[in-house]
């Protein structure tokens, strides 16, 4: 069997392999998914990549299964593992962790100001595989990146190094870096951050995925991925986000919510209102991801359950705590019957912390004039669709009433959506695999997306 495309998301935890054909007619069709157990403890992520790919051949009913074309993405070996180092935290580290975060990017480290011993000694003992350097508007201040620059460099950790920050500092950053013999690990970027209240960071996002490429394969047998794919690995996050800019502009505004087992992240796609931004205190990207590394409804389930209390939660669930610690000791990735109350409150839970962390808020400031109403963080007012992926929301039967309740009963004072908004769903799962083909196939991809996405109305109360 010949088909247009195949497209891998290789996960920490699960692969799943999905089949698409005639991505250049007017009917481009998803024909099929699989997914298997990602077998980086085997040594060789390949193995359940093609274990996958054995099911989906049972699945389409053929023995041989020939792509034109093979895309990739990847959160495997931990995900994309980056530092980020700035001037001031609320402007150039800001804008330079909305850079790394937009393009895939698990953060395990930010820091303003000049690198001190003990924060050079936790660099090297988190093992990433990107570094940020920032600091300094275009022209402005250019000390701090500098020895940042030279710290850094002086560590001599071989591993891509980005530098964001002040344009005029470049051709000193290159010299620093020569003298350690790390040249080939610096990729120079425009500024994140060029001027006050100026956020630039799409270039800086290309520069990352990019470097995840050349340079971030490292889960075992990644390397024979490599061999067969004829386009770019990219990160899956990264992938959700550039399938969620391309339907915002088909269909406006828009919030992707990803519940999984160990984190929830959110991609917000919105300028926000006029008004808002009339009091915004500082400037927000128009495409936002965020990272909720401690919400997930199994590999994290226990810090749900303790921000909820087992107490209220066995209450809400209409049994004694005695049957909750049984029902959670015995928790499956892939929840039973049993189970599912469990998950469906969890993953709730999930996304009410997350969205409240994600979205702006107002704020009330005093100057001369007296009391005055200000505004911080993204606006998501304007927002007029929310879209669930990810194994968790595309899996439990009733996720709509998840996102609804949710929006439902939000606090005046954030910056959230209506509860009036669309909720869709990625029925299918193919959201990042349609990130991963638009970049070849947009219009294609497009098309797929909707064919995936179940529109469900429900304004609850």
């Not at 024979?224 to 986000?241: E, F, L, R, W």
Request: aromatic letters at 4%; proline letters at 3%; one cysteine or more.
């Amino acid at each position: 069997m010949k088909i247009d495309a195949l497209v891998a998301e290789i996960g920490s935890t699960t692969t799943v392999v999905n089949a698409f054909d005639q991505l250049n007619s007017t009917s481009p069709r998803f024909l099929g998914s699989a997914f298997a157990p990602t077998s980086v403890l085997q040594g060789d992520v390949t193995i359940g990549l093609n274990q996958a790919i054995q099911l989906l051949k049972k699945q389409l009913q053929t023995d041989e299964l020939t792509a034109l074309e093979t895309y990739a993405s990847s959160s495997a070996a931990g995900g994309l593992k980056m530092s980020v180092h700035g001037l001031v935290y609320d402007m150039t580290v800001k804008a330079a962790k909305e850079a790394a975060l937009g393009a895939g990017a698990n953060i395990q480290l930010i820091t303003a100001g000049e690198l001190d011993d003990f924060q050079l000694d936790e660099i090297k003992a988190l093992n990433l595989n990107i570094i940020m350097i920032a600091g300094g508007v275009d022209f402005g201040e250019r000390r701090t990146a500098l020895a940042n620059a030279k710290k850094i460099a002086q560590l001599h950790l071989h591993i891509p190094i980005i530098y964001a920050g002040n344009i005029q500092n470049h051709t000193m950053i290159k010299q620093i870096f020569e003298k350690e013999n790390q040249a080939d690990y610096l990729y120079l970027s425009d500024n994140v951050y060029p001027k006050i209240d100026d956020l630039q960071v799409e270039k800086t996002r290309h520069i990352i995925q990019e470097v995840f490429q050349k340079h971030i394969i490292q889960a075992p047998g990644m390397e024979k991925v490599t061999s067969i794919i004829t386009d770019d690995i990219i990160p899956t996050p990264g992938a959700v986000m550039l399938a969620s800019k391309l339907l915002q502009e088909e269909i406006g505004d828009l919030i992707t919510v990803d519940i999984g087992g160990a984190t929830t992240d959110l991609h917000s796609v919105t300028h926000g209102s006029e008004k808002i931004e009339d009091i915004l205190i500082a400037p927000e990207p128009f495409a936002k991801r965020s990272v909720e590394g401690d919400l997930g409804v199994y590999v994290n389930k226990d810090q749900i359950i303790h921000m909820i209390s087992k107490p209220a939660l066995a209450k809400e669930l209409q049994m004694s705590v005695e049957s909750l610690d049984e029902l959670i000791k015995n928790y499956q990735v892939i929840p039973n019957h049993k189970q599912y109350p469990l998950t469906k409150r969890l993953a709730l839970e999930a996304f009410k912390i997350a969205l409240n962390r994600h979205s702006g808020r107002l704020i009330k400031m005093f100057n001369a004039d007296g009391k005055v109403l200000f505004a911080e963080g993204k606006d998501l007012t304007n927002v007029q669709h929310v879209i669930g992926t990810g194994g968790v929301l595309t899996r439990l039967k009733d996720s709509p009433s998840i996102l609804q309740n949710v929006l439902n009963h939000q606090d005046s004072r954030l910056l959230t959506p209506s509860k009036h908004v669309n909720i869709w769903i990625d029925q299918y799962y193919i959201m990042a695999s349609l990130g991963v083909l638009s970049k070849r196939h947009p219009k294609a991809a497009i098309q797929l997306l909707k064919q995936s996405l179940e529109m469900i109305s429900c304004t609850q109360d």
